[in-house]
Each structure stands twice: as structure tokens, then as C-alpha cells.
T-cell receptor, first 111, second 112 residues
Framework: RKEVEQDPGPFNVPEGATVAFNCTYSNSASQSFFWYRQDCRKEPKLLMSVYSSGNEDGRFTAQLNRASQYISLLIRDSKLSDSATYLCVVPPTSGTYKYIFGTGTRLKVLA | NAGVTQTPKFQVLKTGQSMTLQCAQDMNHEYMSWYRQDPGMGLRLIHYSVGAGITDQGEVPNGYNVSRSTTEDFPLRLLSAAPSQTSVYFC???????????FGDGTRLSIL
């Protein structure tokens, strides 16, 4: 099993739709997680941090399911500007310095 | 607040040339990293530093050197450029190993 797995997509959704992505992780010791968005070949930018069961920021909601070892990102009322690649990132656990990056899920919001 | 600054933004090299990619951060972060990103692949760690004077290898260190003489700067040196090093390079910093990383806007490097 890969350390972090994401569906590469693309997810093509109309403006205003609700869309959700999942990210599965293999290390049960992981305590926190990050969602980044990355526009085409630009730098990743932090979208949300998830430290407990979940987090909400406006139209974006992240949820953590420790039993099944996955994190989800829900985007409500999609905007054209939400079109990007969304990266799931697992920070290092104790004694290591390796951030585990998913390969990302591409979202295209269509007019 | 500039955050993480990378220079140059674009560079074309010939095989065998050497060069240094610059990275500077003004957030007083202890941890800094260099990644490369190739099409269809995730970010891969080249080298990292947990403080001034301390560096270590990531998963793809061959062909690259780093040093960390100050908290602010973490340059990446390509010793003898090869076409396989054509990539987008990102520098990142974080205040702690479990905290989110802040990325520079990248250096797009082509080796001919």
C-alpha cells in the first residue's frame, strides 16, 4: 500500500456543485494532515490543516477518519477559481523528517 | 513579509555546467527543504536542514549539494548538470517538523 494515495481525477464539475476528494494514508501513527492546492506548475499553497476529526473554512471542509485512515476534502458551491490540483500531505512522525505528498487530485470547475 | 524567496525563476543550462539555486526565508524558520517536481509525479525531497549548520539527504540527493550557514539561506548546488535534472525545484520552510511547510514560487530548470 502506498504511504499516501489520491485519485488523480480529473474531477470535472459544474460551477456551484459540491465535490469531495479522498486521501488514504498508511501510517496509523500520523496525527495531523494538510491539504494544499497547486495551480499548474506553481508552488503548493496551504489550504487547510487537519489536527483532529475535521476542520471547516468557508466553503471547504476537511474530515479525518482515523479508523479507516483517510482524509476527505469537501468543496461546496464550486467556483471557476477552485480549478487546481489538491495535494494531500502527511507530515513527519516522530524521529523523521519526511513529509509524504500525494500525487494530487485535479479539479476542473466548468462554467 | 516576503516569505520564501527563490532565485532564479527560470534557468537553462548545458549538460555539465554547474549552478546554484538560491532560497531565502525571512520567517526565522529552523527547517528548510528542497524538492523537485516532475510531470505526473509528486514532490520528491532532495535535501533538508533542521537548523544552521545541519543538513541531511532526502530521497533523491545524487547530483546536488546543500549548505546552511545561516537560518535564512539554503542554497542548492547542481554539481554537473544532467538532462535528468530538468525539473521544477521548490524550496520550503517550516517552524517545526510537524507544521505545514511554506513554499517558494519555484525555479524552472532546463538542462540541454
Amino acid at each position: 500500500r502506498k504511504e499516501v494515495e489520491q485519485d488523480p481525477g480529473p474531477f470535472n464539475v459544474p460551477e456551484g456543485a459540491t465535490v469531495a476528494f479522498n486521501c488514504t494514508y498508511s501510517n496509523s501513527a500520523s496525527q495531523s494532515f494538510f491539504w494544499y492546492r497547486q495551480d499548474c506548475r506553481k508552488e503548493p499553497k496551504l489550504l487547510m490543516s487537519v489536527y483532529s476529526s475535521g476542520n471547516e473554512d468557508g466553503r471547504f471542509t476537511a474530515q479525518l477518519n482515523r479508523a479507516s485512515q483517510y482524509i476527505s476534502l469537501l468543496i461546496r458551491d464550486s467556483k471557476l477559481s477552485d480549478s487546481a490540483t489538491y495535494l494531500c500531505v502527511v507530515p513527519p512522525t516522530s524521529g523523521t523528517y519526511k513529509y509524504i505528498f500525494g500525487t494530487g487530485t485535479r479539479l476542473k470547475v466548468l462554467a | 513579509n516576503a516569505g520564501v524567496t527563490q532565485t532564479p525563476k527560470f534557468q537553462v543550462l548545458k549538460t555539465g555546467q554547474s549552478m546554484t539555486l538560491q532560497c531565502a526565508q525571512d520567517m526565522n524558520h529552523e527547517y528548510m527543504s528542497w524538492y523537485r517536481q516532475d510531470p505526473g509525479m509528486g514532490l520528491r525531497l532532495i535535501h533538508y536542514s533542521v537548523g544552521a549548520g545541519i543538513t541531511d539527504q532526502g530521497e533523491v540527493p545524487n547530483g546536488y549539494n546543500v549548505s546552511r550557514s545561516t537560518t535564512e539561506d539554503f542554497p542548492l548546488r547542481l554539481l554537473s548538470a544532467a538532462p535528468s535534472q530538468t525539473s521544477v525545484y521548490f524550496c520550503a520552510s517550516t517552524p517545526g517538523a510537524s507544521q505545514p511547510q511554506h513554499f517558494g514560487d519555484g525555479t524552472r530548470l532546463s538542462i540541454l
